[in-house]
């Protein structure tokens, strides 16, 4: 995983090959390691490989100790992610130009498409209101739950709420808020919890813009106003 011989590891200080951005925090996770006789430890570390590219490893680690609590070994599980951390570091940055183009571009995709909304439902106004009030009403108790699944890092989980709020944005017209929701789907596809959470706070961010925009009496008597003219 790094370029070294099991005996030139077993005889090289840990610290040589902890990323220096990551060593203040080794050390005091060490330190925790010795001074709690309870302690085991489960941790994404970054490295140095032997030819000097980075490496991340996820470890779990524990401190065996003799009769009298005095420590003798540890002993290492240590699983190589590099190529997933290289994976998600990709996806991040392709991610990040889906969120600003979903998110914060207004000109290339609407908040809230009232007309295309008003027109399935046959103009039905009333209708409208009805369905716009049932999903102002679920659609936070559905991001709740896709928190809630993120953080217990059920991802699988997570792309299906991720795939529910997306088809719920788009009954609506809530187009930013749907692309935002289908580029968690895709996260949940490809393992992405890091993406899903960071995804998590631009999702809230749309809803809370197409829930603005829903409500909006301004917004709504002129969305009115325009079909009216447009059918006399």
Not at 135 to 156: C, G, H, S, T
Not at 181 to 188: D, H, I, R, S, T
Request: glycine share 8%.
């Amino acid at each position: 995983m790094l370029g070294y011989s099991d005996r030139e590891l077993l005889n090289k200080p840990w610290a040589e090959v902890c990323h220096p951005e990551k060593l203040a925090t080794a050390l005091d996770k060490e330190k925790r390691l010795w001074n709690d006789p309870g302690c085991r430890l489960e941790v994404e570390g970054r490295y140095i490989h032997r030819n000097g590219s980075e490496a991340w490893a996820r470890m779990k680690i524990a401190l065996i100790r003799g009769s009298d609590g005095t420590p003798l070994y540890s002993v290492l599980h240590v699983e190589d992610i590099t190529g997933r951390k290289r994976s998600q570091a990709a996806h991040r940055e392709s991610g990040g130009h889906f969120r600003v183009m979903a998110g914060y571009s207004p000109s290339m995709m609407s908040v809230f498409d009232r007309a295309e909304f008003l027109n399935r439902l046959m103009d039905d106004e009333e209708l409208m209101q009805e369905v716009i009030q049932k999903f102002l009403a679920d659609a936070p108790r559905q991001i709740e739950a896709l928190r809630k699944l993120a953080a217990l890092k059920d991802v699988k989980g997570s792309g299906l709420k991720a795939h529910m709020i997306k088809g719920a944005a788009s009954n609506v017209g809530g187009e930013s808020m749907r692309a935002v929701a289908g580029m968690l789907e895709q996260a949940g596809k490809t393992g992405d919890l890091e993406l899903i959470d960071a995804g998590l706070e631009d999702l809230e961010h749309q809803f809370l813009k197409l829930k603005d925009a829903m409500t909006s009496p301004s917004e709504s008597s002129e969305a009115i106003e325009q079909h009216r003219n447009a059918h006399r």
